[in-house]
């Protein structure tokens, strides 16, 4: 397996302004939606990922990452989908580098991590960040 690159998360969380929030729901009580609401709230520009809304917390929503208009610059693509779905995501996020050459972080939310998908960002030089809670580590690193 080659060397996962992973990346200092405070200069990862200071130097980034635009999150994909993959798997991120339109109901208030859905840890994705609470979790972009904090994002949002701390001046991240969120765009969210999931095909079943037009728009999550004032933003347009996107059924996936290559449907991203390309004049924006993803920094951090935080993903909440079941392992079983995460290779698939970081697979996407490939295809979206290979659309505008962006190098964003992959950073899986905590249990959502699987070996495949840190491969697949391995062998793309894609920083990779394994089941670890965004907000959490904020909290931690900027309270």
């Known amino acids: ?62 059924p996936e990452l290559p449907s991203v208009p390309t004049d924006v610059t993803i920094d951090i693509v935080d993903i909440f989908r079941r392992p079983e779905h995460t290779a698939d995501m970081v697979r996407s996020a490939i ?6 050459g962006e190098r964003p ?12 998908a840190e491969e697949l960002a391995a062998e793309a030089g894609l920083p990779y960040v394994r089941n670890r809670c965004i907000k959490i580590e904020h909290d931690r690193l900027f309270a």
Do not use: F
């Not at 397996?1 to 729901?25: F, K, N, R, Y």
């Not at 295809?95 to 505008?100: C, F, G, I, K």
């Open 1 to 62: 397996m080659p060397d996962v690159q992973t990346p200092d998360l405070q200069s990862v969380l200071e130097t980034a302004e635009t999150i994909a929030v993959v798997g991120c729901s339109a109901t208030p009580t859905r840890t994705s939606h609470k979790i972009a609401r904090y994002l949002q709230a701390r001046g991240y520009r969120i765009v969210p990922i999931n095909p079943n809304y037009d728009e999550v917390l004032g933003e347009t929503c996107y």
């Open 95 to 100: 295809e979206r580098v290979e659309q505008t």
């Open 105 to 116: 972080v992959i950073w899986t939310q905590l249990g959502v991590s699987s070996s495949e």
